[in-house]
């Protein structure tokens, strides 16, 4: 069972425009969300994260929308830009439990210049 | 340099032929865990470690092996290694400590024959 899913394998995006990343989860214990870059031949590097206290987090030109109640979180990159083009995976933890994080399969962000 | 190292980066082996991919962070980080990405699947865990000699399975933990014995390493280890063990492997680690992201090392391609 997936507990945590982004339906789209892939966008694309013309520089400059906003891009919008999605992801679903169905464990309504988690309580702290993650999104992570990943370029070719690289770990995944950590973006931004929200807790489920909140429902916006910004930094810079990103920002991730939390909206528990349809267990639904977005990532927003705006403007986008040729060197955002990677996959992006989106995760969620229990915090205090055993810090276990689920990622989802992964979107893969194409910015055309 | 604050970085989670993992040797090798590219392995090709044969079935059954023992093998370890070690893990090593600089950071002092309680926590560390290892993952495999596969096409279409994202990455899932396959065991973690809160702290020294305490170790858990993740989701996909069989057919591996880990340790910790010493805080900063963390070895992954394959008894026998089969073809569908074939896969990009990931080590990460963070501070045990509220709302702290991973960090993820360069990754170990496997290749099983």
């Known amino acids: 069972d997936q507990q945590v899913k982004q339906n789209s394998p892939s966008l694309s995006v013309q520089e400059g425009r906003i891009s919008i990343l999605n992801c679903d989860y169905t464990?309504?214990?988690?309580?702290?969300f993650l999104w992570y870059k990943k370029y070719p031949a690289e770990g995944p590097t950590f973006l931004i994260s929200i807790s489920s206290i909140k429902d916006k987090n910004e930094d810079g030109r990103f920002t991730v929308f939390l909206n528990k109640s349809a267990k639904h979180l977005s990532l927003h990159i705006v403007p986008s830009q040729p060197g955002d083009s990677a996959v992006y995976f989106c995760?969620?933890?229990?915090?205090?439990?055993?810090?276990?994080?689920?990622f989802g399969k992964g979107t893969l962000l194409t910015v055309n210049p | 340099e604050a970085q989670v190292t993992q040797n090798p980066r590219y392995l090709i082996t044969v079935t059954g032929k023992k093998l370890t991919v070690t893990c090593s962070q600089n950071m002092n980080h309680e926590y560390m865990s290892w993952y495999r990405q596969d096409p279409g699947l994202g990455l899932r865990q396959i065991y973690y470690s809160m702290n020294v000699e305490v170790t858990d399975k993740g989701d996909v933990p069989e057919g591996y092996k880990v340790s910790r014995k010493e805080k900063r390493n963390f070895p992954l280890i394959l008894e026998s290694p089969s073809p569908n063990q074939t896969s990009l492997y990931f080590c990460?680690?963070?501070?045990?400590?509220?709302?702290?992201?991973?960090?993820f090392g360069n990754g170990t391609r496997l290749t099983v024959t």
């Open positions: 464990n309504s214990m988690f309580d702290y």
């Open positions: 990460a680690s963070s501070l045990y400590r509220g709302e702290t992201p991973l960090h």
């Open positions: 995760a969620a933890s229990t915090i205090g439990s055993n810090y276990k994080l689920t």
